[in-house]
């Protein structure tokens, strides 16, 4: 019996292990919390023929585990090139990346393809395993994938027929040295496919189209490009602000007439009318666009999708109200540029919530921002001595490190006026390990927490 070693324990490494079995392989899952040890781990590799190691794509390269395996020369793939591997090849897989927007992104496009009648699934970073799906053998034309750039590392072999990077702004620079060697991996959802398959290009981001233009980037896109922009050029575009698409995708709406506009591109749907408010969604919705249109969705079905379909949980969710104040939950801001696109998603009085891990990240945009449009700062987690350096530079005084939610929500309940027309917004701008299990944990103790102490 062949052996493989599964090093993680969460959603994508238990998928691993139950596919990897189902396929016959004597399996060692190495978790340090829940299952073998690394050490363990290490002596079976020195003990036992091991064909390959599925990485769970958190844990860092430098893990001891890893270099005994790059000694021994074994194999170290990712849990998404395993299930492709063994994936129904007539099912076709489109891939979404990007710095923001991603999940909002993917979910929405599954949530489509699913509404139009189409047999589709969402996995992979959006929180459900792609081997497990595999493993589970169900019938499907499409797999949505939201990849991260964890799972774009090592020269990944996932075939995307449809695949788009939304946008790239500084994040994750605790793993990579720097920041361009995150944007670089980024591009790695390119990489095999081919002329018969399509990239969706948001010419909106300066970031990629400098990155696009260089010749290593250039090998790996050989796919069909769909271009799309929230400006008057592109393919799928916005146009007073009507989204239109071009009837032939060769063509681009720069430099046309709006006679030509009108007679050579269709109108869809107004912005107003998006259900998704905000500019970061109305990115978001013209990858949905992009898709629908190559998958040919009929029209109809995709402006009645459009016009309805929900904000995700944790992602500018609006689920408490106390006399005229809202209370939005926005824990899936875990970068500058995702809060930065919440505050602007706001025109009354902002009260924000900031803080968690320290990224590494410049907050310089952030504290600006704030400054311009934020009343007052309740900051918590590790990084807020460094928030507070960052604001008393600009000489913005508005601030109190409350350390907790807990904290925040009991001092917001004694010292807030609920009766002004305000927006309590919860958007972290990074991680917090330091104090929550993920984005969805913390999103959940926040509202937990809102509905306990304000409740009343």
């Not at 590799?45 to 599925?54: A, H, M, P, S």
């Not at 492709?84 to 076709?92: G, S, V």
């Not at 939201?146 to 500084?170: D, F, K, R, V, W």
């Amino acid at each position: 019996m062949e052996k493989a070693l599964v090093f993680g324990a969460g959603l994508s490494g238990l998928g691993a292990k139950e596919l990897l079995e189902k396929k016959g392989y004597e399996v060692y899952l190495i978790d340090d919390k829940v299952a073998k040890t690394s050490k363990e781990g290490i002596e079976i590799l020195n003990n036992k023929k091991i064909e390959f190691i599925v990485k769970s794509p958190g844990i860092p390269w430098k893990a001891e585990l890893l270099q005994v395996a790059k000694e021994k020369n074994v194999q170290v793939i990712s849990e998404i090139d395993l299930a492709y591997k063994y994936m129904d090849k007539n099912i076709k897989v489109f891939s979404i990346t990007g710095t923001n927007g991603k999940t909002t992104t993917a979910t929405k496009i599954y949530e489509l393809l699913d509404f139009a009648g189409y047999k589709a699934r969402l996995a992979g970073n959006a929180g459900f395993s792609f081997a497990k799906l595999v493993a589970d053998e169900e019938p499907l034309e499409y797999v949505v994938l939201e990849l991260s750039s964890y799972q774009l590392e090592n020269n990944p072999q996932i075939h995307s027929n449809i695949a788009g990077i939304i946008n790239l702004t500084p994040d994750h620079l605790t793993r990579y040295k720097t920041v361009e060697d995150y944007y670089i991996t980024k591009f790695n959802i390119f990489s095999k496919q081919t002329e018969d398959d399509f990239a969706l290009i948001n010419l909106d981001d300066p970031v990629f189209l400098g990155l696009a233009e260089r010749e290593e980037i250039k090998s790996l896109m050989k796919a069909k490009n769909v271009y799309l922009s929230k400006e008057k050029k592109g393919n799928i575009f916005v146009y007073n602000n009507e989204i239109r698409i071009m009837n032939d995708l060769a063509d681009r709406a720069e430099n046309l007439s709006e006679s030509e506009i009108l007679e050579k591109s269709r109108f869809l749907i107004k912005v107003e009318d998006l259900a998704l408010k905000g500019v970061h969604n109305l990115e978001n919705m013209l990858f949905l666009i992009g898709v629908a249109t190559i998958v040919k969705v009929p029209d109809e079905k995709v402006v009645e999708f459009l016009s309805s379909t929900k904000a995700l949980e944790h992602r500018l969710e609006n689920f408490f109200v106390k006399g005229n104040t809202t209370f939005i939950n926005d824990s899936k801001g875990t970068n500058v540029e995702s809060t930065l696109k919440a505050i602007d998603s706001f025109n009354n009085d902002i009260i924000m919530i900031l803080g968690g891990d320290d990224k590494k990240i410049d907050n310089t945009e952030l504290v600006k921002r704030i400054a311009e449009k934020v009343e007052r700062v309740y900051l918590i987690g590790d990084n807020a001595p460094l928030l507070i350096d960052d604001m008393e530079k600009i000489n913005y005084k508005n601030y109190k490190n409350l350390e907790t939610l807990e904290n925040v929500l009991n001092y917001i309940k004694e010292n807030e006026d609920f009766e002004k027309d305000q927006t309590i917004l919860f958007s972290p701008a990074t991680s917090s390990f330091c104090q929550f299990r993920s984005f969805e944990h913390r999103g959940k103790v926040f509202k937990e927490l809102t509905v306990k102490i304000l409740g009343n």
